[in-house]
C-alpha cells in the first residue's frame, strides 16, 4: 500500500495502471486530466477527472487494504439506495483491478457553497436538512447503512479530559467539564433514530452545482439516527463562517430537525464537541496536513454553541 503522501491525497498516477485501464474502458475515453478538490482530510484519490470526448466524473480509490475502501464502498452502497431527490451525486459505478477499488461518482459542476451570514447558501442548506430528515428514511437506505456501525455513538472526549485536564483548558470550560461529561454520557443512548444522517456535514462536503443548487457529497459516514446530528453539525460550521453563536443558537432552537428534541441535540453536541477538543490535542496522522487547526476551530465553535444552551 502506497505511503499517504504528507501533503495530502494520493494522484491519479498512484493509482496502479490496470485500475486506470479498467476505468478508462469502463468510461469510454481516455482521461486526460486529474483534479483533486480543496478540502477534505482523507489520504485516498478523491479527484475529477476529465476524459478525452469532455466529459467529467469523480472517482474515488485506494488500495484494497486501506481503511478508506471499506468508507468509499459504504458510500457506494449509500447512494445508491438515498431516496429520489435526496441532495446527493449520482453512483456510476464500482470498479477493481489489481487490489484497488475506484467508486465512479457523477461529477457535481460548481464551487463548495458559501455558508457565510451574507449568502443565500445557508437558507438553501437548511431547508434541505429539513426535507432531508422530515420522514424516516426509506427502507433501502436503512438495510444500506445497517451492517456499518455509526461513528456518531461513539463520539467522546469531555470523560478523557475530566479525568486528566490539560494545563492550557480555559478556565471556562475546566468548570464545566463535569456537566459537559454528563451531558457527553447520555449520548450513546440518544443516538438510535430512523432519520438519513449524512454523518460529516461541512461545507467542503458540498458543491453548489450549477443545475442542481446545494448538493451534499461524500456519504462516507452516512448512518441512521435521530434528526438532529447533521444540523448541529452543520451549526458549528456556520459558526466557523462567521455567523454569531447567539444566531445559530436561535437556529437550533427553531429548525425543525432540532427544535422537537432540545435534549439530544445538546447531548449531541457536547459529544461532537468533547471529540474536537480531544483529538485536536493528538498528533496529526500522516497525509492529513490541516486536521488538528481544524479541530481546535471547532471545538470553540462548539463551546460557543454550547455555551447558550447551557445558560
Sequence with gaps: MPVPPISGRLRWTDVPLPLRTRLEEALGAPVTDAVTPAGGFGHQLAAALRLADGRRVFVKAAPDDDPLTAANLHEATVLDALPTGAPAPDLLGVHR???????????????????????????QTW??????TSSPAPAAYTTAVSTTPSTAAALHGWADLTADPPPDL?????????????????????????????????????????????????????????????????????????HSPADIARLLRDHPATATSPDTTTSFLAAL???????????????????????????????????????
Design 170 to 242: 480555559a478556565p471556562d470550560t475546566r468548570a464545566h467539564l463535569p456537566q459537559l461529561a454528563e451531558l457527553e454520557a447520555a449520548w450513546p443512548a440518544l443516538v438510535h433514530g430512523d432519520r438519513i444522517v449524512h454523518g460529516d456535514l461541512r461545507a467542503d462536503n458540498m458543491v453548489r452545482d450549477r443545475s442542481r443548487g446545494v448538493t451534499f457529497v461524500d456519504w462516507a459516514h452516512a448512518t441512521t439516527g435521530p434528526a438532529c446530528i447533521d444540523a448541529a453539525s452543520l451549526a458549528a460550521q456556520l459558526v466557523l463562517a462567521g
Design 97 to 123: 483491478a489489481d487490489s484497488w477499488t475506484a467508486v465512479v461518482i457523477a461529477h457535481l459542476d460548481g464551487p463548495h457553497p458559501d455558508l457565510s451570514p451574507a449568502s443565500s447558501d445557508t437558507g
Design 127 to 132: 431547508a434541505l436538512l429539513d426535507k432531508l
Design 273 to 311: 464537541t468533547g471529540h474536537w477538543h480531544r483529538n485536536a490535542r493528538k498528533p496529526a496522522p500522516p497525509g492529513t496536513p490541516g486536521l488538528r487547526a481544524y479541530q481546535h476551530r471547532a471545538a470553540a465553535a462548539g463551546l460557543a454553541l454550547l455555551g447558550y444552551r447551557l445558560s
